[in-house]
């Protein structure tokens, strides 16, 4: 169990990051939270991705004074154990947590995409201190395409910091009437 020596710690952790998909999470206030240090904190994250609990997804940057790289996002491999932590099973319907499933569905099947298709990808989401935001960045040979996803079919849009500083990138809104096309193979 790569010495861990407190596993209730480890699933009060988890219940937290089950409130956290796709937010931005800090190791150091997860472990004044848990009583814990950063450092295990970080050996607690790292394992839970190497037995395939939780993917990480980075900050992307090439402008270190506009975009924040420093705390990662952490999505759910399996949904499933995600609601069993916060014990909630509900239709969509009565959920106030739609955007946050639905984010972590599409992060997570795109990820399922590219491998099946072999694709090499680097995956990122996209923040600016002024708080604008895409939620998933991919890169490959050079070129950028950012991934807004969205619930509702009306909402997101790109933001124009995005345009002004990768004028270049494409820009994509995923949303629950065209997601088919962005993750099946």
Excluded: C
């Amino acid at each position: 169990m790569e010495g861990i020596r407190y596993s209730d710690k480890l699933l009060r952790l988890l219940r937290l990051l089950a409130h956290q998909i796709g937010s931005e999470v800090s190791a150091s206030e997860l472990g004044r939270s848990l009583g814990m240090s950063k450092n295990t904190v970080d050996r607690y994250l790292d394992l839970l991705e190497k037995v395939f609990i939780l993917h990480r997804v980075t900050g992307f940057s090439r402008n270190l004074r506009k975009e924040l790289t420093r705390n990662p996002r952490f999505y759910f491999v399996d949904i499933g154990i995600r609601n069993a932590l916060i014990n909630n099973f509900n239709p969509l319907s009565l959920r106030d947590d739609v955007g946050a499933l639905w984010e972590n569905y599409v992060v997570l099947e795109r990820m399922k995409r590219n491998e099946a298709l072999g694709v090499q990808v680097s995956s990122h989401f996209w923040r600016t201190y002024d708080r604008q935001e895409i939620d998933l960045i991919e890169e490959m040979t050079g070129s950028l395409q950012g991934y807004e996803i969205k619930w509702n079919p009306k909402k997101g849009k790109r933001p124009g910091g995005w345009t002004a500083a990768y004028p270049d990138a494409g820009f994509t809104v995923i949303h629950r009437d065209n997601y088919l096309e962005h993750i099946l193979p």
